[in-house]
Nanobody, 126 residues
Framework: VQLVESGGGLVQAGGSLRLSCAASGRTFSPYAMGWFRQAAGKEREFVAAISWSGGSTYYADSVKGRFTISRDHAKNTVYLQMNSLKPEDTAVYYC????????????????????WGQGTQVAVSS
């Protein structure tokens, strides 16, 4: 079972990136998915989550209105569209799968997620 993030890179402030998280080894369709990030010298923090159905999303206040999480069940892939990027968005971004099947609420705590990708670096220059 593997989650693999891609799409990171270097972008100027105000630019956009789309991160992808491809799952292999099993389907993650019945599980909510989340994106987290960790800046250098800081703890990992929640960014966004999407319900197993895709019908509900939740965002950290710091990215609300700029980031959009989505998923494609057929491709077993979750996306994070990041617009209006700021230097403070610089971090390693991780995707993760909720450990509870078809949980009815979206959760933001790391310990609620059990499968994690290796991360993709996003750097935003000013």
């Amino acid at each position: 079972v593997q989650l693999v993030e891609s799409g990171g890179g270097l972008v100027q402030a105000g630019g956009s990136l789309r991160l992808s998280c491809a799952a292999s080894g099993r389907t993650f369709s019945p599980y909510a998915m989340g994106w987290f990030r960790q800046a250098a010298g800081k703890e990992r923090e929640f960014v966004a989550a999407i319900s197993w159905s895709g019908g509900s999303t939740y965002y950290a206040d710091s990215v609300k209105g700029r980031f959009t999480i989505s998923r494609d069940h057929a491709k077993n892939t979750v996306y994070l569209q990041m617009n209006s990027l700021k230097p403070e968005d610089t971090a390693v971004y991780y995707c993760a799968a909720d450990k509870i099947l078809r949980r009815q609420i979206l959760v933001t705590q790391e310990y609620e997620y059990d499968y994690w990708g290796q991360g993709t670096q996003v750097a935003v220059s000013s």
